[in-house]
């Protein structure tokens, strides 16, 4: 490895798409086609195959019998409460973390992030001390629907932030000024300058909470449990899994890959139209939600505008290199 | 008092509230109730042999999956950033179908490839090696679940950091693996190190996909997640909540560990 750049002194200028060490980029192509395939793929597709097992009329009849429209119903409605309290709470957080300055701000900041770090079923068991029939403030409600709603806000509540907060860091105040300077109150100025801007994180945002919720299945458990009317789907397949209805669970499980999978669609939707939106604008915010994964990593998200022309990853050019720049 | 002042304040009010009761409430009261009684019955709960065998199993895990996925995950950026293919957007959905499928399908799309009547099972079970319901399972979840998170990091670092510097390397002289382990894995390194943090995190944490494929039989195939469900379920509370404390003690671990990798990053 420590091979001694003397053994070459001229630069050789041959393989400039080589940039993978030690295994050519075919080598290295088969390697990740393979271990996505083993990993993640070939499970998805056995299950798939399950689902159909006894055929397209079985299928129909699992997801489409009562207890299984009834489980989407009420994830789909509890899904789309949480994701409509946690953009405007979200929006609201994310504010205060950028343009506002209060003692402990850089904690509040660093806690954003625990429920991406706390894992599911510990949520679970403090959510039901809490709002449980032990509650020290004596507010009961677990095994409700509303504890589905509190669980899915609490598993969700950094997507959002997170999406909003690299938009409102890069968002010009001078188009706020300006509009004030000519006599726009604040709503008025929240309505046609800061929302709009905003849009196409706070819309990823929400479209990532929103896959994440349809699926959530730690967190609900202990704390809504299983009961006739507090059963979401992922429950109802661990139900089906139990009884061991095994192509009841993969037909139940594709529907909801389906649903997830549309969100995350729209999330590239939404990143193609922020850039196209942006550019037009010429404005400096960055839409950077290239990863569908709005974490703490944010910062690294935003890109100046330049980059995001580049668009998804791997339609990067790998070099714009000019042969007549070296002698 | 002014209106500005005034609705700065509502918003606090609203935004730190929805915070407080939200995510501060509860883990206050999870420790609050964990040591109310003293620190023996969690302590004696974590150290019994379950308990241990849970937390061991747990670490093992972790010490499996997150190596593969972070070697995958670099080789995998790589590729995508960096190596123009028509095939690279097929990669990259594919990366994304772990964030759109719910930890329990999963759990199950491991189970009906590995079960009995799965794909595998033939082969499987002529060579006498047992996936379902022991480690080999637990790990495979772990890994499913935790397949994008190195990857969704390290790309946009690598697409930011361009590539100036590894063409000079080149122009110098130093060959692919000179250029990577010198000028391209140093720009990348907190990249990376973020994305193993959140990796980390989330195979400690997986209950949803480990809970269908493991059986969850204490003291064989128990990791701390499940460990902290089933004596939740047996009403052994100091069991539960000591399992629970040391885990939220270590996302709390994980939290500041991304904070720090934030500071570096930026810097």
Redesign the interface.
Known sequence: ?E?H????????PR?????????G?GL??G???L??SL??????A??T??SLSEGVGQFWDQVTNPAAIQSLELILVCSLIVVAVNAV?GT??A??LVR?N?PGKSI????????????????S???I??WGKNS?VGIDFALTRLAIV?AL??VT?PFVVRAVQPLLIEMDKDMEEAAASLGAG?STIFRRIIFPNLLPGLAAGVALAF??A?????SV??FAGGKSDTTV???L??QK?EQGN?TG??AL?IV??LM??V??FLITLIQRWGSRHERAQGAGAGV?L????A???S???T?DAD?LD?G????????K?EDDQ?D | MTKSTQSRWSLRVLGLGYLAVLLVAPLILLFYKTFEDGLAAPFEAITSADGLHALKLTLITVAIAVPLNTIFGVICSLLLVRHKWKGNWLIDAAINLPFATSPVVIGLSLFLLYGKQGWFEPGLSEAGIKVLFSTPAIVLACIFVSVPFVVRETVPVLQEIGTEQEQAAETLGANAWQTFWRVTLPAIRWGVAYGVVLCTARVLGEFGAVSVVSGNISGETQTLPLFVEKNYENFNLPGAFGAAVLLAILALIVLMAMNLLKRKEAT
């Open positions: 490895m091979a750049a003397a053994n070459s002194p001229v630069a050789p393989a400039r798409q080589f940039r993978l060490p030690g295994v980029a290295g192509r390697y990740v086609v271990w996505l990993i993640v793929l070939l499970p998805l056995a299950m195959d399950k709470f609201i957080v504010w205060l506002d209060f509040v900041n660093a806690i954003i992030d625990l429920p991406f770090a706390l894992p599911t079923i510990v949520a068991l403090i959510l001390q809490l020290p509190v806000c609490f509540l604040g896959a994440r349809l699926g959530e299945y730690g458990l202990l789907t992922s429950i397949i661990g899994i095994e669970a993969a499980s909801l890959l997830a999978l969100c995350l950077g290239t990863m569908p994964l974490d703490g990593g910062e690294t998200l890109a980059d580049t998804a990853p791997g339609t990067q050019p790998g070099f290199k070296r």
